[in-house]
């Protein structure tokens, strides 16, 4: 799947991987701008929140450069499944 880019709520939040890309989407499209907002806050306070989607999918948003943030997935596989 590649790189992604996108903008939440004046925020650009990149990913690496379609795995990544689930937290994205949970970002922009599935809770709310209030408490997207606040992890965002949480986010620049400490450098990284973790936070899930629905499906219980772990994530962690981790504070970039000019108000930039990439989104890391904290279920990686390694090696053979």
Do not use: P
Request: net charge negative; glycine share 6%; charged share 30%.
């Amino acid at each position: 799947m590649g790189n992604h880019t996108l903008t939440i709520h004046g925020h650009k939040v990149y990913c690496d991987d379609e795995m990544d890309y689930h937290g994205v989407k949970h970002l922009a499209y599935e809770i709310d701008e209030e408490a997207c907002l606040d992890l965002f806050k949480q986010a620049r306070e400490n450098h990284e929140v973790d936070f899930e989607d629905d499906h219980d999918r772990q994530f962690s948003l981790v504070e970039g450069e000019n108000l930039s943030f990439t989104v890391v997935s904290r279920e990686r596989h390694h090696g053979w499944i």
